[in-house]
């Protein structure tokens, strides 16, 4: 804070920066778009649960089956804490929640992990830094306090506050994944802490506590009877070539169930078992519901019903064809049936009924590939308070639904998308042309989508061709119902450049574009006849009216940022360095201005005035910089550092000068600005409870029709569309302290 302070007194002498009320809103997708590898309901308060995801923070369940996002507010300084790789509750509190944030444990991210505590249910924390990593997005997903990298086991006794390593526990885990590269390299650590409720009166500490230690061909579970004094491996186990998942407790039972599988999940696992371990006799059983080559994947997600002692579920991690699987049993694992079975080959008989009412994209996505149940299966619960409401996380959502008790009778459920609220999408790339839908999205993993309704979940992602990951997205400024976007599947059969004359409604494979060629970035011609496309691995290239791209040797093979002009068929731009390029010719040629983007090394984004040719913007990692002749000259706009997505949108007096839209580095902070003045004066758009995590991973982009809208897509939080509410409050330093 005493930073803050001093630097808003160091700002006086640089421009007006005022502070709007923006008004921020979801696009709604209507749920998912990413993993979710945790689930946990509040044992002591009905209908309470959370949900956490791998890099798009934490959710909150509503009475509807909706779903509230409780970290919003993180900014750039914060992004790591979208990354939440362990949620507990406190068992006599509902409203006190735990969670340890992180992002990833290599090298790439510098920062610490932190334990962020709430007391009230979410809606406000206290963040306790850790003294290591945590890795949200990292393979295999630990559960609260057993630390990943060999950090071991750690305690708190003042709720989060401060943590001491508990030294006296057995084992930090040695499995890793693959050695041979470092995302994989590090230690899953420990899989799971379970406490045995029934070990102690209610209110006392725990006694009993189950630790799961990614540890294969020796012992991987162990116990304490003594709330933690003394360690001891739990006798009898099996020891064998498989990591220990889940552990949950069954209390009435007085069994200990655990699913295990011989990778770290969450993307693999091709054998595994199921164990129960009766806590008083102190003896393991193999419950294991399916064998011999019927066994082609471990287990991840285990859910017991504290209503029906003995009825329990489990996930199968991971079966990719034909579906994912998930077995039930209302007998302590005696006897299993499962979510689907053969019926006369190829057939299946579904035990269900799918609806994808809250998200009908889903249905595209999930029976273009015919995965339907899922995968990436960790996380899968029983409402304690009610029998027939169930959840599981998958990769792309969460399943679940209100009927669980009729696959007991009838064996036929009706699996629902229940996601809604959860928008985890990372965003790559967004365009707002002046007709057609408002809003368009190149979108990592589901592909991307035209937005007709900024608030109802669109139908089907763009398909035919179906990209898995759309890095990219344009339009053409004098045909705008034309557009561009690519793929970025290099080993794809098809053709990773489509392209649309009907607003995206319908696609055609590019054929000048040859497969094995993916990627980066791209723009289309103000007619539309032209595309270029600065490959990822390829250098750039250039195709005009669907004949065979070729290179452009006049620009960089990497690191090159690249724009249309939206008024002049011929004319497209480039930068690369601190050197800008304009092509005249149809994108076959470049050359250089001898005006340079200053001390910049890296150029990061081009947008242009829609109306004008040769009105250009330019953001690199030293500032922002705007040529109104074509790069003959720059100007450099005062008091910007490093700056990354840029866009202009509508101006705020009919027939005015553009919007124009910085995510970037203002005064010294972070932060999402608008100007309607060519860059003298800048309004902070981004406020304390939209931080939108990561600046440089986000993209931005102004709305073509109506002045003050803007659309920010992020790294894992889907994208939020914001308009000016009107009250314009003139600030200099006051908004820093
Ligand atoms: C993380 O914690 C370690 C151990 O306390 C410390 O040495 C390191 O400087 C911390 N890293 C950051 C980025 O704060
Ligand atoms: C575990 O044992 C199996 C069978 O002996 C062996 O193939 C595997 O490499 C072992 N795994 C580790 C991590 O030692
Ligand atoms: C389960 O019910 C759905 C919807 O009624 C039906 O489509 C499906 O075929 C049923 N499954 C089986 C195996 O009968």
Redesign the pocket.
């Known amino acids: 804070m005493l930073g803050r302070s001093l630097l808003g007194l160091l700002l006086t002498a640089l421009p007006l920066l005022t502070s709007a009320a923006t008004s921020w809103k979801q696009v709604k997708l209507g749920g998912g778009g990413g993993f979710v590898p945790g689930i946990v309901f509040s044992t002591k308060t009905k209908g309470v649960a959370y949900a956490r995801t791998d890099i798009g923070g934490l959710y909150k369940l509503n009475s509807d089956d909706s779903w509230t996002p409780l970290l919003d507010w993180a900014g750039n300084d914060k992004w790591h804490n979208w990354g939440v790789d362990a949620l507990a509750l406190d068992p006599t509190n509902s409203n006190k929640v735990y969670i340890a944030v992180g992002m990833y444990t290599n090298s790439w991210d510098?920062?610490?992990g932190s334990i962020l505590a709430s007391s009230d249910g979410g809606s406000t924390w206290t963040e306790y830094?850790?003294?290591?990593?945590v890795g949200g997005n990292m393979p295999g997903r630990t559960l609260f306090f057993g630390a990943r990298s060999g950090n071991g086991l750690w305690k708190s006794t003042n709720s989060g506050a401060t943590w001491t390593k508990v030294t006296n526990f057995p084992s930090t885990g040695t499995y890793v994944q693959d050695a041979s590269n470092e995302y994989t390299a590090d230690k899953v650590g420990l899989a799971f802490v379970t406490f045995d409720a029934s070990s102690s009166s209610s209110g006392s500490a725990t006694k009993r506590i189950f630790v799961g230690v990614a540890n294969v061909n020796t012992t991987s579970i162990y116990y304490t009877e003594d709330g933690g004094s003394t360690w001891a491996a739990v006798p009898g186990q099996p020891t064998t070539n498989n990591l220990p998942h889940k552990g949950v407790i069954s209390p009435s039972e007085g069994l200990l169930y655990v699913t295990f599988n011989n990778n770290a999940g969450p993307y693999d696992g091709t054998i595994g078992s199921i164990q129960k371990y009766n806590i008083a006799a102190k003896t393991w059983t193999d419950i294991t519901p399916v064998s011999g080559s019927d066994l082609y994947f471990g287990f991840g997600g285990l859910a017991v019903d504290l209503q029906k002692p003995g009825t329990i579920m489990v996930a199968a991690l991971n079966s990719w064809w034909p579906d994912g699987q998930i077995f039930r049993s209302t007998n302590s694992g005696a006897s299993w049936s499962p979510l689907w079975s053969w019926a006369s080959y190829p057939t299946m008989n579904r035990y269900y009924k799918y609806d994808v009412s809250l998200a009908p994209w889903i249905g595209v996505t999930a029976t273009d590939d015919t995965k339907q149940i899922g995968w990436m299966m960790e996380a899968l619960v029983i409402d304690p308070f009610d029998s027939n409401h169930w959840l599981y996380g998958t990769g792309l959502t969460i399943y679940g639904g209100h009927d669980l008790l009729q696959w007991d009778t009838t064996h036929n459920i009706t699996l629902k998308s229940l996601a809604d609220g959860i928008e985890e999408t990372a965003v790559l790339g967004l365009i707002s042309p002046p007709t057609g839908p408002q809003l368009l999205s190149a979108v990592g993993d589901v592909g991307g989508f035209s937005h007709s309704s900024l608030t109802t979940a669109p139908s089907t992602p763009f398909n035919t061709p179906l990209y898995g990951t759309t890095p990219d997205i344009d339009w053409a400024g004098q045909a705008p119902t034309n557009l561009v976007r690519i793929g970025s599947d290099a080993s794809s059969t098809s053709r990773q450049v489509a392209l649309s004359t009907n607003s995206g409604a319908t696609w055609n494979e590019d054929y000048g574009a040859a497969t094995g060629i993916a990627g980066g970035k791209v723009a289309i011609s103000a007619a539309g006849d032209v595309v270029l496309w600065a490959t990822s691995s390829n250098g750039v290239m250039v195709s005009r009216y669907t004949n065979a791209f070729t290179a452009v040797s006049s620009l960089p093979s990497s690191g090159v940022a690249i724009a249309s002009d939206k008024v002049t068929d011929s004319t497209f731009y480039a930068a690369s360095g601190n050197k800008f390029y304009v092509s005249t010719d149809f994108g076959v040629t470049f050359a250089a201005k001898s005006a340079t983007l200053g001390s910049s090394s890296t150029a990061n984004d081009i947008t242009v005035n829609v109306k004008v040719t040769g009105d250009v913007w330019v953001s690199t990692d030293a500032g922002l910089y705007h040529t109104t002749n074509s790069g003959t000259s720059f100007t450099t706009i005062t008091g910007f550092g490093a700056t990354w997505s840029i866009s202009t949108g509508a101006p705020k007096t009919t027939g005015g000068y553009p919007s124009v839209f910085v995510i970037g580095t203002y005064n010294s902070v972070v932060g999402v600005y608008r100007s309607d003045d060519q860059g003298s004066t800048w309004t902070r758009l981004d406020d304390a409870a939209h931080g939108f995590g990561s600046g440089s991973a986000n993209v931005i982009c102004g709305d073509q029709r109506t002045w003050g809208r803007v659309y920010v897509g992020t790294n894992g939080r889907g994208i939020f569309y914001g308009d000016e509410s009107g009250s314009s409050t003139s600030t200099v330093s006051h908004i820093f302290t």
């Open positions: 510098p920062n610490n830094p850790l003294s290591f990593k």
